[in-house]
T-cell receptor, first 113, second 111 residues
Framework: DAGVIQSPRHEVTEMGQEVTLRCKPISGHDYLFWYRQTMMRGLELLIYFNNNVPIDDSGMPEDRFSAKMPNASFSTLKIQPSEPRDSAVYFC???????????FGSGTRLTVV | DQQVKQNSPSLSVQEGRISILNCDYTNSMFDYFLWYKKYPAEGPTFLISISSIKDKNEDGRFTVFLNKSAKHLSLHIVPSQPGDSAVYFCAATGNTGKLIFGQGTTLQVKP
């Protein structure tokens, strides 16, 4: 298995633009998580899915953020409109069971100018 | 509200010596704790974990200690090697299944 695959690796966009981050979890993993890494707060959980259903989105910072998982092999995190304070590294992770050792993707470094 | 805290942003140790990374948590419902290691431009990778029914778990050079009464855990690396230089994240979970991470500690091991 190629692991958790995220795209793009880097994204630079202008304030106000829509940004879409993509994730392909490990096949057979029923749980998918989106995290954001910042210096101040470390790794923050934004939202997680179980069997493609959003279970907890309490970490999503604002209505500008939305996430979908249309099938077991694909998820997106969308920011519309983007703002400079959204600049961070966004990680996707998947696991067989909740609380188990997660497998993380390599992340998407987002810069909003 | 930071439920998992790593109060030391960075740590520098000499090769061959012990590295001790600390982590505190506030939620008494947490019952499983993990450490992740992260190199630049990569995602975090699982390192070692401990259940709340134990107070120590060892895996090679890595040992995690848990003090439930103090809501504190620590990761010991002995002996430290230059390849251990990375960011270390402490994480905790309870009945919700969500992994809550700390801010991370950057470890530098000097040759």
């Amino acid at each position: 298995d190629a692991g958790v695959i995220q795209s793009p690796r880097h994204e630079v966009t202008e304030m106000g633009q829509e940004v879409t981050l993509r994730c392909k979890p490990i096949s057979g993993h029923d749980y998918l998580f989106w995290y954001r890494q910042t210096m101040m707060r470390g790794l923050e959980l934004l939202i997680y899915f179980n069997n493609n259903v959003p279970i907890d989105d309490s970490g999503m910072p604002e209505d500008r953020f939305s996430a979908k998982m249309p099938n077991a092999s694909f998820s997106t995190l969308k920011i519309q409109p983007s703002e400079p304070r959204d600049s961070a590294v966004y990680f996707c992770a998947s696991s067989l069971r909740p609380g188990d050792g997660y497998t993380f993707g390599s992340g998407t470094r987002l810069t909003v100018v | 509200d930071q439920q998992v805290k790593q109060n030391s942003p960075s740590l520098s140790v000499q090769e061959g010596r012990i590295s001790i990374l600390n982590c505190d948590y506030t939620n008494s419902m947490f019952d499983y704790f993990l450490w992740y290691k992260k190199y630049p431009a990569e995602g975090p990778t699982f390192l070692i974990s401990i259940s709340s029914i134990k107070d120590k778990n060892e895996d090679g050079r890595f040992t995690v200690f848990l003090n439930k009464s103090a809501k504190h855990l620590s990761l010991h690396i002995v002996p430290s090697q230059p390849g251990d230089s990375a960011v270390y994240f402490c994480a905790a979970t309870g009945n919700t299944g969500k992994l809550i991470f700390g801010q991370g500690t950057t470890l530098q091991v000097k040759p």
